[in-house]
């Protein structure tokens, strides 16, 4: 059974269950290369992609992704991850590039005219800025990727970016979905927003914007990092980062740097990223107090490399506010977490011609696969799954 939900354009939504319309398990090996084969020209032929986990390796075969020995700093595990394939991602803009050269700019919905697509005008809303929903155009000439967990500093809140999507160049106003991680104020800090360079928001508040897409939860977990964080400080410096109302200002703030400096800071970022590098490493396993918890993986190294430094704070701020585990990672736990992209319900979302993004449920965890669909970059761009 196949059940479609038809949503405002651009983008359409195609729900997949188990038990319905699903590709077949083939056991011989030349009849999934057989099929495979059929599968990727027919993609090619229509500028389509199969999900990713439909491609999954099967036994005997060599798989889709392999995770390496790990880099061990304090409480935090990451296993970095090679995939089979890589793709040429240099014309993939990332938000702090394009904010920085002043070609992207996002700013409150309500302050804008036209919310769906150039050329086509859908009048202000009347409420004017809302906590959910931002505006932003793309001047460049570069397709332009956009990952959830991305912090927007400015308006009249921090925002955090709900969902990966891809934005196309010369394009906007677009109307985007992102959740507040700044609760309590409404008053603009300035007309125009800006990337957080060096912090991405960590996974224990990026997952409920993904998977639930439940401000509340959001607001919750910002929250609870915020209590764990101070919990792990004294005095006056505990007393301000509980009274911080933004996410944001708490993890960018001298004292919780001080915490971030135990796991080693720039140098150990660096450090990292030259293993990364030096293994063709394009994504990794995250564990924090033995257990297995996230998973991020590119393209290619160099888009990984492009988003390390705030992925890397990201991580070490979920180890700082983690709670305890009974756990133990291995390689070999990171390789079977690695194994299962696929699940037993899946929705699709799709803008014509710019990118499909899947959403999966498996027993236990979620996986988020964004693949552009954008001329000559037919490929798998983005993969995140998070552990239940």
């Not at 401000?215 to 929250?223: A, G």
């Not at 736990?333 to 690695?338: I, V």
């Not at 299962?340 to 990118?355: W, Y």
Request: aromatic content about 6%; proline content about 6%; overall charge neutral.
């Amino acid at each position: 059974m196949a059940t479609f939900r038809v949503p405002m354009n651009p983008v359409s939504v195609q729900t997949v269950v188990a038990g319905g319309l699903q590709l077949s398990r083939t056991p011989s090996r030349r009849a999934r290369q057989f099929a495979f084969s059929i599968a990727k020209a027919l993609a090619a032929a229509c500028g389509l992609l199969l999900p990713l986990a439909a491609l999954a390796a099967g036994p005997g075969e060599s798989p889709a992704f392999k995770a390496l020995p790990p880099l061990v700093r304090g409480n935090l595990t990451i296993y970095p991850v090679i995939a089979a394939h890589t793709y040429d991602t240099s014309q993939l803009l990332t938000l702090d590039e394009g904010v920085r050269s002043g070609a992207v700019t996002v700013t409150e919905a309500g302050q804008e005219r036209g919310l769906v697509r150039p050329g086509q005008y859908i009048a202000p809303p009347s409420g004017g800025a809302e906590v959910n929903r931002l505006v932003l155009y793309n001047n460049s000439e570069r397709p332009l990727l956009l990952l959830a967990g991305e912090i927007v500093t400015g308006g009249k809140q921090d925002r955090v970016i709900g969902s990966d999507r891809i934005v196309p160049p010369q394009s906007g106003p677009i109307d985007l979905g992102v959740f507040c991680v700044e609760p309590h104020r409404w008053v603009a800090s300035s007309s125009k927003f800006g990337s957080m360079s060096a912090q991405m928001a960590q996974p224990a508040v990026r997952a409920p914007a993904m998977a639930e897409h439940n401000q509340n939860s959001v607001w919750e977990n910002v929250r609870s990092a915020q209590t764990r964080v101070a919990a792990n400080l004294a005095g006056a410096d505990a007393l301000a980062v509980e009274n911080t109302s933004s996410y944001a200002k708490v993890f960018a703030s001298a004292p919780v740097a001080n915490l971030v400096a135990n796991y080693g800071g720039v140098d150990a970022e660096s450090a990292f990223l030259r293993e990364l590098r030096d293994r063709n490493a394009s994504g990794v396993v995250v564990a924090v107090n033995g257990r297995i918890l996230w998973a991020d993986l590119f393209a290619s190294t160099d888009l990984l490399a492009k988003y390390w430094p705030k992925l890397m704070r990201s991580y070490v701020a979920e180890a700082i506010t983690g709670g305890s585990s009974n756990d133990a990672s291995s390689q070999a736990r990171a390789q079977s977490f690695l194994d299962a992209l696929s699940g037993g319900r899946e929705i699709v979302e799709t803008e014509a011609g710019v990118f499909r993004r899947t959403d999966i449920t498996g027993e236990g965890y979620r996986v988020f696969e964004l693949a552009s669909l954008m001329p000559k970059s037919l490929f798998t761009v983005h993969i995140t799954k998070l552990a239940d």
